[in-house]
């Protein structure tokens, strides 16, 4: 009997970690593997995570050749031998009965000596000018038992393959196109192939630069339309202004307000409107004052916020100066006359009995007078929501006609969105939400979501009337307004960002509100999250890893000293792990804040980027060390320009002292940071500092063990046997010692804080940033499924080298990280999976479905049924 051989081939595996690790298991099995992107026809097996449109796989699936998954090897190492593949074989359901699983069906046709291949009896010609791209489906049909012919006038070729199915190859023999290959092998839904099996950097820039302008109409196509225009009152508005006012005598109107007649005088202004019509600023003027002192019946107040409708309905404010003028005459406070902004604020605040008004009321709110504020705010409301959609269809208008930038912006501040009554506005917010928390009130919810839509719409309108003038512009005015409203949120539990936070209508605001927040707190609790631009790729490598270490902080008081309350710098990121805040005499070495001991330029940098403390923790000068760890604001998780802490540096000189200390005395440590891979505990190994390796392993436990490197290598790997002995004896005694005295506690309010505000984080990114999901693509040949392919296939950074919009570069390298969301989420802490909050199971609900997008952008539907539990990190490959 002859022995079988195993002789592997990969494809589609690009991590180094996993491709080592499946190497190493070949060879000691005593399997051998081939190298290269070419396919070798004396292979007996081929690794995929999953179907792909590359040349090994087609090939080896037209060969009959074993196609199994990864963990084939990896339970195969497990048990000491070779398994059978039958359950590791990787297929493709395809919808056509007569081939349910086309990969199996050819194997065991070929096993069976059925036939020799897929292309058996084929002679093919191949119609092609790249060369290249030309010998990749040579190979493939030749594997397949195909023979190529080079003679046109063959008259025994069976089969033409051309670019263009359309082109007269002289041939007496049927052409097709490329995507036939593959649409024989694996049925009739298999997508394009001939755009990915493509070797010419002439032919991919072009792919590329067809795939930006196809991407370009795809994202415009996904301008929504705007959710906060009130249809119901854009459908009664009149489309433009009268042509000239109509003059009306309103004398009968002034003679009634004299006599206290104040219910008939608004009986008769409500008889004279019609378009054109303004009623006397003055008579408007008084019945207000009289509202707003509640000395009315309830008829009035329903009557006079009719009238108001009314006259807005008939003059429309936008594109008129003269009905602004109006409005903003009328509506304001008659006995302040402070303005419209003073007059929504102050409303807003005799409904909530807050002291901060422009004056006081005579007494306590009635409920029909607090029904009429909050009417009266909804009117403000409905004013601007008109000139959004005025604004949004291109209708002329301009500051001066306009109510709402008249109300929020002076001519100073209209290019800042946090113009000082904006952030008022934002304070007032969350001031209501506050006093609101524990209320069941209706008409102060009902307050609260009218002030969270004036926001949004104060904040649409900025924004759309700025988007295309300066990007740039945008984004800062969006940024400072969100840092405002996380210093305000400061002060707040937990439980108030729940409801503060996923109230919010604008999906830009939320996003990044959101973003500003988990920042804040994160710097407050020491959680380093960088300071990049906000990209998906952030959210899921840096926000969520965040989430574990905030919730395995130790509490106030617990083991040494909390210095991670130190306040957010607005607009900046801020690494506060250090000993700041703690006493000079608590830090043993320490000789207190002597100007003599302090070295000077302490926070200068030099040519390579670091900071004196690099400098100390170089020459293990640590009585240095400690005096500049009690300086308030130090940082010892800072870097230099190559990305090195002060850990690192001691660790790679074996400044054992100094690591000692910093371990000691600086409890928010980054002990897992990695510059190209080399963690601190990588560091000291590779330089032979052993003491210092103990230190790390004894004070962090085996999570450093499990760091590995650009080269994919552990700690473990970097040492000889002996040595990975004692390693491993010094990681358990720190996990013991961890799980001993470990203090570190949940706080269940801030853990649900947290997971709400990265669940609307990522929810808003996705809605916001447009990052495409399965159902907006239906044809593989759609900008998504391409965009797709090409990614796989290459980086982002080659295939948008030549794109010049910004917007589609961050789209593919949103794409990208998607495609790869396997391979960037990290395991989530089992303090975190097992908390059964309520925010924190949508949290991890949402990581799930997001993954799931993975597949469904680039596979097949009939084939999603295959990867259930199999959520691939890459797809398509050229090797």
Same mark, same amino acid.
């Given at each position: 009997?002859?022995?079988?051989?195993?002789?592997?081939?990969?494809?589609?595996?690009?991590?180094?970690?996993?491709?080592?690790?499946?190497?190493?298991?070949?060879?000691?099995?005593?399997?051998?593997?081939?190298?290269?992107?070419?396919?070798?026809?004396?292979?007996?097996?081929?690794?995929?995570?999953?179907?792909?449109?590359?040349?090994?796989?087609?090939?080896?699936?037209?060969?009959?050749?074993?196609?199994?998954?990864?963990?084939?090897?990896?339970?195969?190492?497990?048990?000491?031998?070779?398994?059978?593949?039958?359950?590791?074989?990787?297929?493709?359901?395809?919808?056509?009965?007569?081939?349910?699983?086309?990969?199996?069906?050819?194997?065991?046709?070929?096993?069976?000596?059925?036939?020799?291949?897929?292309?058996?009896?084929?002679?093919?010609?191949?119609?092609?000018?790249?060369?290249?791209?030309?010998?990749?489906?040579?190979?493939?049909?030749?594997?397949?038992?195909?023979?190529?012919?080079?003679?046109?006038?063959?008259?025994?070729?069976?089969?033409?393959?051309?670019?263009?199915?359309?082109?007269?190859?002289?041939?007496?023999?049927?052409?097709?196109?490329?995507?036939?290959?593959?649409?024989?092998?694996?049925?009739?839904?298999?997508?394009?192939?001939?755009?990915?099996?493509?070797?010419?950097?002439?032919?991919?820039?072009?792919?590329?630069?067809?795939?930006?302008?196809?991407?370009?109409?795809?994202?415009?196509?996904?301008?929504?339309?705007?959710?906060?225009?009130?249809?119901?009152?854009?459908?009664?508005?009149?489309?433009?202004?009268?042509?000239?006012?109509?003059?009306?005598?309103?004398?009968?109107?002034?003679?009634?307000?004299?006599?206290?007649?104040?219910?008939?005088?608004?009986?008769?202004?409500?008889?004279?409107?019609?378009?054109?019509?303004?009623?006397?600023?003055?008579?408007?003027?008084?019945?207000?004052?009289?509202?707003?002192?509640?000395?009315?019946?309830?008829?009035?107040?329903?009557?006079?916020?009719?009238?108001?409708?009314?006259?807005?309905?008939?003059?429309?404010?936008?594109?008129?100066?003269?009905?602004?003028?109006?409005?903003?005459?009328?509506?304001?406070?008659?006995?302040?006359?402070?303005?419209?902004?003073?007059?929504?604020?102050?409303?807003?605040?005799?409904?909530? &009995?807050?002291?901060?008004?422009?004056?006081?009321?005579?007494?306590?709110?009635?409920?029909?007078?607090?029904?009429?504020?909050?009417?009266?705010?909804?009117?403000?409301?409905?004013?601007?929501?008109?000139?959004?959609?005025?604004?949004?269809?291109?209708?002329?208008?301009?500051?001066?006609?306009?109510?709402?930038?008249?109300?929020?912006?002076?001519?100073?501040?209209?290019?800042?969105?946090?113009?000082?009554?904006?952030?008022?506005?934002?304070?007032?917010?969350?001031?209501?939400?506050?006093?609101?928390?524990?209320?069941?009130?209706?008409?102060?919810?009902?307050?609260?979501?009218?002030?969270?839509?004036?926001?949004?719409?104060?904040?649409?309108?900025?924004?759309?009337?700025?988007?295309?003038?300066?990007?740039?512009?945008?984004?800062?005015?969006?940024?400072?307004?969100?840092?405002?409203? &996380?210093?305000?949120?400061?002060?707040?539990?937990?439980?108030?960002?729940?409801?503060?936070?996923?109230?919010?209508?604008?999906?830009?605001?939320?996003?990044?509100?959101?973003?500003?927040?988990?920042?804040?707190?994160?710097?407050?609790?020491?959680?380093?999250?960088?300071?990049?631009?906000?990209?998906?790729?952030?959210?899921?490598?840096?926000?969520?890893?965040?989430?574990?270490?905030?919730?395995?902080?130790?509490?106030?008081?617990?083991?040494?000293?909390?210095?991670?309350?130190?306040?957010?710098?607005?607009?900046?990121?801020?690494?506060?792990?250090?000993?700041?805040?703690?006493?000079?005499?608590?830090?043993?070495?320490?000789?207190?804040?002597?100007?003599?001991?302090?070295?000077?330029?302490?926070?200068?940098?030099?040519?390579?980027?670091?900071?004196?403390?690099?400098?100390?923790?170089?020459?293990?000068?640590?009585?240095?060390?400690?005096?500049?760890?009690?300086?308030?604001?130090?940082?010892?998780?800072?870097?230099?320009?190559?990305?090195?802490?002060?850990?690192?540096?001691?660790?790679?000189?074996?400044?054992?002292?100094?690591?000692?200390?910093?371990?000691?005395?600086?409890?928010?440590?980054?002990?897992?940071?990695?510059?190209?891979?080399?963690?601190?505990?990588?560091?000291?190994?590779?330089?032979?500092?052993?003491?210092?390796?103990?230190?790390?392993?004894?004070?962090?436990?085996?999570?450093?063990?499990?760091?590995?490197?650009?080269?994919?290598?552990?700690?473990?790997?970097?040492?000889?046997?002996?040595?990975?002995?004692?390693?491993?004896?010094?990681?358990?005694?720190?996990?013991?010692?961890?799980?001993?005295?470990?203090?570190?506690?949940?706080?269940?309010?801030?853990?649900?804080?947290?997971?709400?505000?990265?669940?609307?984080?990522?929810?808003?990114?996705?809605?916001?940033?447009?990052?495409?999901?399965?159902?907006?693509?239906?044809?593989?040949?759609?900008?998504?499924?391409?965009?797709?392919?090409?990614?796989?296939?290459?980086?982002?950074?080659?295939?948008?080298?030549?794109?010049?919009?910004?917007?589609?570069?961050?789209?593919?390298?949103?794409?990208?990280?998607?495609?790869?969301?396997?391979?960037?989420?990290?395991?989530?802490?089992?303090?975190?999976?097992?908390?059964?909050?309520?925010?924190?199971?949508?949290?991890?609900?949402?990581?799930?479905?997001?993954?799931?997008?993975?597949?469904?952008?680039?596979?097949?539907?009939?084939?999603?049924?295959?990867?259930?539990?199999?959520?691939?990190?890459?797809?398509?490959?050229?090797?």
């Amino acid at each position: 009997m002859v022995e079988k051989t195993f002789t592997f081939q990969i494809t589609g595996i690009k991590n180094p970690q996993i491709k080592g690790k499946l190497l190493r298991g070949i060879h000691k099995l005593g399997g051998s593997y081939i190298g290269g992107s070419i396919y070798k026809g004396r292979a007996t097996h081929l690794i995929a995570h999953c179907t792909l449109a590359s040349e090994k796989f087609l090939a080896a699936c037209a060969g009959g050749k074993w196609i199994v998954t990864p963990q084939y090897v990896i339970d195969s190492v497990r048990n000491g031998k070779w398994l059978p593949e039958v359950a590791y074989e990787l297929d493709f359901i395809s919808q056509a009965p007569e081939a349910t699983r086309p990969i199996r069906m050819w194997r065991t046709r070929v096993a069976s000596g059925t036939v020799s291949g897929a292309f058996q009896g084929w002679r093919a010609v191949l119609l092609m000018d790249d060369r290249k791209r030309r010998e990749i489906f040579e190979r493939i049909l030749m594997a397949g038992g195909a023979r190529i012919s080079s003679c046109a006038s063959d008259q025994s070729v069976t089969h033409v393959f051309t670019g263009n199915i359309n082109t007269d190859s002289k041939i007496g023999a049927p052409c097709y196109s490329l995507d036939y290959i593959a649409q024989h092998l694996l049925g009739s839904s298999w997508p394009v192939i001939s755009e990915v099996l493509s070797s010419s950097p002439v032919d991919n820039t072009q792919l590329f630069s067809e795939l930006e302008i196809q991407l370009k109409d795809y994202v415009s196509k996904l301008v929504l339309p705007e959710r906060l225009v009130s249809i119901d009152y854009v459908s009664h508005a009149t489309t433009g202004h009268p042509s000239q006012s109509s003059v009306v005598d309103f004398s009968n109107v002034h003679s009634l307000i004299e006599c206290g007649l104040l219910t008939e005088a608004l009986e008769e202004i409500q008889g004279m409107l019609h378009p054109g019509v303004l009623p006397s600023p003055q008579y408007m003027c008084s019945l207000m004052h009289h509202a707003l002192q509640g000395e009315v019946k309830p008829y009035f107040f329903s009557t006079f916020i009719n009238i108001l409708h009314n006259i807005l309905r008939n003059n429309p404010t936008w594109g008129s100066p003269t009905v602004v003028k109006y409005f903003l005459h009328i509506l304001q406070c008659p006995q302040c006359k402070g303005g419209t902004w003073a007059l929504l604020e102050t409303s807003v605040r005799w409904c909530v &009995s807050s002291g901060e008004c422009c004056h006081l009321l005579p007494g306590s709110p009635s409920p029909e007078l607090i029904r009429f504020l909050c009417d009266l705010q909804a009117f403000l409301l409905t004013i601007f929501r008109h000139e959004l959609f005025a604004s949004s269809k291109g209708q002329s208008g301009g500051s001066r006609s306009s109510v709402l930038v008249r109300t929020f912006w002076n001519i100073w501040q209209r290019s800042t969105l946090g113009s000082r009554t904006v952030q008022q506005l934002a304070g007032l917010l969350i001031h209501t939400t506050s006093c609101a928390l524990s209320s069941a009130e209706d008409w102060k919810q009902r307050l609260l979501c009218t002030l969270h839509d004036t926001l949004a719409v104060v904040v649409e309108y900025w924004c759309q009337e700025h988007s295309k003038l300066n990007k740039s512009l945008l984004d800062k005015g969006m940024e400072d307004l969100a840092e405002h409203i &996380s210093i305000l949120c400061q002060d707040h539990p937990p439980e108030f960002l729940l409801e503060f936070v996923p109230n919010m209508p604008s999906l830009r605001l939320k996003m990044v509100t959101a973003d500003s927040i988990y920042r804040c707190m994160c710097c407050r609790n020491g959680v380093s999250v960088g300071t990049e631009p906000l990209t998906l790729r952030k959210i899921v490598s840096s926000y969520l890893p965040a989430l574990g270490r905030l919730c395995e902080r130790k509490p106030a008081g617990a083991g040494g000293p909390r210095v991670a309350g130190t306040p957010a710098r607005p607009g900046g990121e801020l690494h506060t792990a250090s000993c700041a805040g703690v006493a000079p005499a608590t830090l043993p070495g320490a000789s207190g804040l002597d100007k003599k001991t302090v070295p000077k330029g302490l926070h200068r940098v030099n040519a390579a980027g670091e900071l004196p403390i690099h400098r100390i923790c170089k020459r293990n000068q640590v009585e240095m060390l400690l005096n500049v760890l009690s300086v308030p604001g130090t940082d010892v998780n800072v870097k230099d320009y190559a990305g090195w802490t002060p850990l690192h540096e001691a660790c790679n000189h074996g400044s054992s002292a100094c690591v000692q200390a910093l371990l000691q005395h600086c409890p928010n440590l980054h002990l897992d940071v990695q510059v190209g891979g080399v963690s601190p505990l990588h560091d000291a190994l590779l330089n032979g500092h052993v003491d210092i390796a103990k230190m790390l392993l004894q004070y962090a436990g085996s999570p450093l063990l499990e760091l590995r490197d650009g080269q994919g290598r552990t700690p473990l790997d970097v040492v000889s046997p002996a040595l990975q002995k004692e390693l491993g004896r010094w990681a358990q005694e720190g996990d013991s010692a961890r799980d001993a005295q470990d203090v570190r506690t949940i706080d269940p309010p801030l853990l649900e804080a947290c997971s709400c505000l990265l669940r609307c984080l990522l929810l808003s990114y996705v809605l916001v940033r447009n990052v495409p999901s399965y159902e907006a693509s239906a044809s593989p040949r759609d900008a998504v499924p391409r965009l797709s392919r090409a990614l796989a296939a290459h980086s982002a950074r080659r295939v948008t080298a030549a794109w010049g919009d910004p917007l589609l570069v961050r789209l593919a390298e949103d794409l990208e990280t998607l495609l790869g969301l396997r391979r960037h989420l990290p395991i989530m802490p089992g303090v975190v999976t097992q908390f059964q909050g309520t925010q924190t199971r949508l949290l991890l609900l949402q990581e799930k479905q997001l993954t799931s997008k993975c597949i469904h952008l680039y596979v097949p539907p009939i084939a999603i049924s295959c990867y259930r539990d199999k959520i691939p990190s890459q797809y398509w490959f050229t090797c």
